[in-house]
């Protein structure tokens, strides 16, 4: 595991302890959405599981696979689908947790000449497992 990794999977692993802090609030406020179309600060916790998990799949798809295909997904769909505006938060922060950690550890479970695998993002083109993280 190279130093950069270490680095990746500490910043990772430090994701819940930032948005904990950043949604220390009542109910309300952390549930407010500031306009149409835009998120509450518990569907952003609630989007950044999804996040995780769905670049753990991609990462562990690069892992195995030549030039996969890695295909987009619908955010806001994610995020009203799993009605993450009325989920508990501690809930959600433990799940956070939960997925952190298994994206931290595929992460620095990857040998150092993998990084350079390639696949083909179907939104953004070709990109590396280095540029996952």
């Known amino acids: 595991m190279s130093t950069e990794q270490e680095q990746w999977a500490v910043q990772i692993r430090e994701v819940p302890a930032v948005f904990r802090m950043a949604l220390l609030g009542d109910d309300h406020a ?17 989007h950044m599981i999804d996040k995780m ?6 990462v ?3 892992m195995v696979e030549d030039r996969p295909v890695l295909p ?3 955010q806001d769909a994610l995020v009203r689908d ?9 809930v959600l922060f433990e799940q956070l947790g939960q997925a952190c950690e298994r994206f931290a550890i595929l992460v620095e ?3 150092t000449s993998a990084l350079g695998r390639e696949g083909v993002h179907e939104e953004v083109g070709p990109m590396t497992l280095r540029q996952c993280f």
């Not at 998990?53 to 991609?58: A, L």
Request: no cysteine; net charge negative; charged share 25%.
């Open 60 to 62: 562990e798809r690069l």
């Open 109 to 111: 479970s990857i040998p």
């Open 30 to 46: 952390i549930r407010h959405r500031p306009a149409a179309g835009e998120w509450s600060a518990v569907e952003v916790v609630g």
């Open 53 to 58: 998990q769905i670049w753990n799949s991609r």
């Open 82 to 90: 799993h009605d993450y505006l009325h989920a508990d938060p501690e």
């Open 72 to 74: 987009g997904y619908d």
